[in-house]
């Protein structure tokens, strides 16, 4: 299994980025996909997350009307809409899929908003 993530960049605030998570190896359907994020000095926390199967989602308090989690099967992709983006919101930002006892991650991508 391999996850791809791209998408980040500099964006000013109040700015949009949509990140993408390019998954190979791994059906949706079966796994649970979502984003995390890791600010220079802190601990890395779950943004988002969605289950492939029920479409239920869950979004950090933060996050929750700026940033949709989404997933495209046709493509096996899953993106991260963040809109009114704010400095607090840099970091990298990583994608990750759990599929039973198992936990994948991605490489990171940089997303740095400038106020």
């Known amino acids: 299994v391999q996850l791809q993530a791209s998408g980040g960049g500099l964006v000013r605030a109040g700015g949009s980025l949509r990140l993408s998570c390019a998954v190979s190896?791994?059906?949706?359907?079966?796994?649970?996909l979502g984003w995390f994020r890791q600010a220079p000095g802190k601990r890395r926390e779950g943004v988002s997350a969605i289950n492939s199967r029920t479409g239920r989602t869950y979004y950090l308090d933060s996050v929750k009307d700026r940033f949709t989690i989404s997933l495209d099967s046709a493509k096996n992709t899953m993106y991260l809409q963040m809109n009114n983006l704010k400095p607090e919101d840099t970091a990298v930002y990583y994608c990750?899929?759990?599929?039973?006892?198992?936990?994948?991650w991605g490489h990171g991508t940089l997303v740095t908003v400038s106020s």
């Open positions: 990750n899929a759990v599929d039973g006892p198992y936990d994948y």
């Open positions: 190896g791994l059906t949706f359907g079966e796994a649970a």
